[in-house]
């Protein structure tokens, strides 16, 4: 059975910090791409980083760039999304997504992942940014 379970969210004030942790386990276990997205009310959902587990290639939103890092140290890892200087736009609830397909690396480092090409998704986690 294929789980991605999140943590670390919460509610921190315009400039804290917060670190995500998504938890992997099941047949998806070695997916070669690692996404995380958010989605506001009244939002779509929308792409925040990604990583490329072969060469470790990433992506980031221009929205988050200089303040968010995804990571993961090895493949029995979690996938870590730390988020600094946050601001209350980033408010949102952050999913992490894989799939068992071989999603290509074009993909990942142009920014056009998109929520369809995951099948397996997180419950969520709740950011809440006050200014």
């Known amino acids: 059975q294929v789980q991605l379970v999140e943590s670390g969210g919460g509610s921190v004030q315009a400039g804290g910090s917060l670190t995500l942790s998504c938890k992997i386990s099941?047949?998806?276990?070695?997916?070669?791409?690692y996404a995380w997205f958010r989605q506001a009310p009244g939002h779509e959902r929308e792409e925040v980083a990604a990583?490329?587990?072969?060469?470790?290639?990433?992506y980031y939103a221009d929205s988050v760039k200089g303040r968010f890092t995804i990571s993961q140290d090895d493949a029995d890892s979690p996938v870590l999304l730390q988020m600094t200087n946050l601001e209350p736009e980033d408010s949102a609830m952050y999913y992490c997504?894989?799939?068992?397909?071989?999603?290509?690396?074009?993909?990942?480092?142009?920014?056009?992942?998109?929520?369809?090409?995951?099948?397996?998704w997180g419950q969520g986690t709740q950011v809440t940014v006050s200014a």
């Open positions: 099941g047949d998806v276990y070695g997916s070669n791409v």
């Open positions: 997504a894989a799939d068992r397909s071989t999603i290509p690396r074009w993909k990942v480092v142009e920014g056009l992942l998109r929520s369809t090409d995951f099948g397996f």
């Open positions: 990583l490329y587990v072969g060469d470790g290639s990433i």
